[in-house]
């Protein structure tokens, strides 16, 4: 079996964590295709307070899949 985990990233800044409004609910759909495949799937998401890179160490996945939205991503160097 194959283990794949989904992250959800944050992003901290100078204010704290940034975040999305909404739950990841993208990864969500696509781990439960990913389990009625056969896959054995881990959805980690820093924003709900997890430790991204000590999950993935404990459990060391095959692959790893990140999901992003704009309320998360920085132009240069100042916040959107």
């Given at each position: ?16 964590f ?18 009625s ?14 430790n ?29």
């Open positions: 079996m194959i283990d794949i985990a989904l992250i959800a990233p944050g992003k901290e800044t100078s204010e704290g940034r975040f999305s409004l909404q739950e990841p609910l993208n990864i969500g759909f696509l781990a439960s295709y990913l389990i495949k056969g896959f054995k799937v881990k959805i980690f998401d820093e924003l709900a307070g997890q991204i890179e000590e999950e993935i160490e404990k459990w060391r996945p095959k692959y790893v899949g990140l999901t992003a939205v704009t309320p998360l991503a920085l132009a240069g160097d100042s916040a959107c």
